[in-house]
């Protein structure tokens, strides 16, 4: 029997990954940059025994049906790969985490469980080469292995594709993040068809793609010089861009709801009264309000008016992987 426990903390993207040139490989159309967070995380634990006839995935101690634990085989299939083994394993899973509500829980699940993995097999990989194994997973996986801000290369191989930490000199700690939950309900339409419907029929997306290299140089200058106002303009606005290309698929669709767009307004708002703050989403409805942590009393107070408080959630910077 060998067995790893890993957690893995989920990343927000401040310059969005939206679109894959390789659906197998899952190499992404543009660079992308995102913060890990310590509010959402997910525990995962793999047994690879000889005595299991099939790969068996319980999440949030429920059992999986074919689906679901299909795709975790088809990762574990690379696993064993590597490792040269044929065992089948148990995996259990715990999310912290609204499963596909636009909080990102697959990031922090297949980094949690490619380091479990890593663990349970000996396989001592660098952690570049678990940023790889990770994005095998789950493309955004990648940048959970690193804490803080850190931007994933898009390559153009299996190779050239990884995660990396920024240097930033800690500025990320005097920054936090407000998540205005609107909806935790699973999404009409996942990131991954989503992604592609947009790549293959948006004619907004060649757009997308032009100024993604320059919103990324723009915000690793905005965190180079510590400039709070840079790097929230340019995140926002990378944000807008992002779900713009959606509304111009087909068929035509947004991750938006009335609410999404009522926190979006709150976001404006505050900004107009001196408070320096910025909202991004991914896809799903939820809104992710980035403000310096000196402002947070101030933005909360402001969104209680608006929302249930059990509707906001403050995160702050997170860690990397950590072995349990």
């Not at 419907?197 to 990324?216: C, H, I, M, N, Q």
């Not at 944000?239 to 009522?262: I, R």
Request: a negative charge; aromatic letters at 10%; hydrophobic letters at 40%.
């Amino acid at each position: 029997m060998h067995k790893g426990n890993a957690r893995a903390f989920t990343n927000i993207a401040l310059i969005k990954y939206w679109g894959k040139k390789d659906e197998t490989l899952i190499l992404p159309m543009n660079n992308s940059l995102s913060l890990t967070l310590d509010a959402f995380y997910t525990e995962t634990e793999v047994i690879f025994d000889e005595s299991y006839t099939k790969d068996i995935f319980y999440l949030d101690n429920q059992l999986q049906e074919e689906k679901a634990t299909m795709k975790i085989s088809q990762f574990l299939n690379l696993v064993r790969e590597l490792a040269g083994t044929s065992c089948y394993a148990k995996v259990t899973s715990k999310n912290f985490v609204p499963t596909a509500a636009g909080l990102a829980s697959s990031a922090s699940g297949l980094a949690a469980l490619a380091a479990a993995c890593n663990q349970a097999l000996d396989l001592q990989l660098s952690d570049k080469d678990l940023s790889r194994l990770a994005r095998r997973g789950s493309g955004s996986a990648c940048r959970s292995i690193f804490g803080g801000f850190v931007e994933w290369e898009q390559g153009n191989d299996d190779l050239t594709s990884f995660a990396h930490k920024l240097s930033s000199d800690n500025w990320e700690n005097e920054l936090a993040m407000l998540f205005v939950l609107v909806n935790d309900q699973e999404k009409d339409v996942s990131s991954r068809d989503g992604m592609r419907r947009t790549v293959e029929t948006s004619s907004f997306y060649s757009g997308w793609l032009a100024d993604a290299p320059k919103d990324l140089a723009k915000a690793k200058h905005a965190i180079q010089e510590k400039n709070f106002t840079a790097l929230g303009e340019v995140a926002e606005a990378n944000c807008l861009k992002m779900h713009g290309t959606t509304l111009a698929a087909t068929p035509p669709f947004t991750y938006w709801s009335s609410d999404s767009l009522k926190a979006m307004q709150a976001v404006r708002q505050l900004r107009s009264t001196g408070i320096d703050c910025y909202f991004t989403m991914d896809a799903g409805p939820n809104v992710k309000v980035l403000v310096e942590k000196k402002n947070i009393p101030h933005v909360k107070a402001y969104l209680e008016t608006l929302f249930d408080s059990a509707q906001l959630v403050t995160a702050y910077a997170g860690p990397g992987i950590e072995i349990l």
